[in-house]
């Protein structure tokens, strides 16, 4: 192989394309005033509903231990980004709910996805964004259909 050819590596493409992408959002959150903000922290805001759920299910949709979560929710609640109650029913179970500081996270985190789309689709033209998109959805639906989700414990990755 080449030398020149070492920059058109497929593995070296998409982590230096998610660097960069990693890089964008952090700078957008940051800012907006969100710094410090873990992957991980994204996650756990994206499951969250509009209603307090149990923070077990937050765990199962995550596909992560109960200790990592655990760790997240409490850096959430340090960011002031979600609160903790009591199940009504059961005494065991803990409910995580968004506060409205999360509520706003949730929107920043928004506009940081529509701003990446923008700069993107500027660089590429939206018809070859799309189609990058397309592509990348084929590629992991079929890497999970072969082995499922993967767990790649970047929970703890700063943005």
Not at 26 to 38: C, Q, R, T
Not at 124 to 150: A, H, Q, S
Request: aromatic letters at 6%; a positive charge; one cysteine or more.
């Amino acid at each position: 192989m080449k030398k020149a050819d070492s920059k058109h590596i497929l593995a070296r493409l998409l982590v230096r394309s998610y660097r960069f992408i990693k890089h964008l959002n952090a700078e957008y959150l940051k800012s907006k005033g969100y710094e410090h903000i873990k992957i991980g922290h994204v996650m756990v805001m994206m499951n969250l509903k509009d209603e307090p759920i149990a923070v077990s299910e937050v765990v199962k949709c995550l596909e992560m231990s109960k200790q990592a979560v655990s760790v997240l929710i409490k850096e959430l609640i340090s960011k002031n980004f979600v609160e903790t109650t009591k199940h009504p029913n059961d005494s065991r179970a803990i409910l995580i709910g968004k506060t409205i500081e999360g509520d706003k996270f949730l929107e920043i985190l928004k506009e940081s996805r529509k701003k990446l789309d923008e700069e993107v689709g500027d660089i590429l033209g939206e018809e070859r964004l799309e189609n990058l998109k397309d592509l990348l959805v084929d590629l992991v639906d079929n890497f999970e259909k072969r082995w499922g989700k993967l767990n790649d414990s970047i929970s703890s990755t700063k943005l």
